[in-house]
């Protein structure tokens, strides 16, 4: 599976962007995605995730409300819409892939996009 992350960009406190993360390849082997993010000096996180089904879905507590994740499954697009975006949310971004069927923040990704930068100024 080959994941294309895209929509990144810089943004004012409040404000909205939608990432997409395009699939293509192998996948019809592929349970979920899930986006992360990664700031400056800080470990990795799980941010949302989506089965490609649409029957499973996650979402951190830290974006709860104010990002939504959603599919489009003839596109083999999975995407992330982020409002009320703080300066806290600056990271990049990361979808990745799992085959694995279960919790959405807890399964193994073993396949990642490029990632793709969202600063949030104050």
């Known amino acids: 599976v080959q994941l294309q992350a895209s929509g990144g960009g810089l943004v004012q406190a409040g404000g909205s962007l939608r990432l997409s993360c395009a699939a293509s390849?192998?996948?019809?082997?592929?349970?979920?995605i899930g986006w992360f993010r990664q700031a400056p000096g800080k470990e990795r996180e799980f941010v949302a995730g989506?089965?490609?089904?649409?029957?499973?879905?996650d979402t951190a507590d830290s974006v709860k409300g104010r990002f939504t994740i959603s599919r489009d499954i003839a596109k083999n697009t999975v995407y992330l819409q982020m409002n009320s975006l703080k300066p806290e949310d600056t990271a990049v971004y990361y979808c990745?892939?799992?085959?694995?069927?279960?919790?959405?923040?807890?399964?193994?990704?073993?396949?990642w996009g490029q990632g793709t930068l969202v600063t949030v100024s104050s």
């Open positions: 390849g192998r996948t019809f082997g592929s349970y979920a």
């Open positions: 989506i089965s490609w089904s649409g029957v499973r879905s």
């Open positions: 990745a892939s799992t085959v694995v069927s279960g919790p959405l923040k807890l399964s193994r990704y073993d396949y």
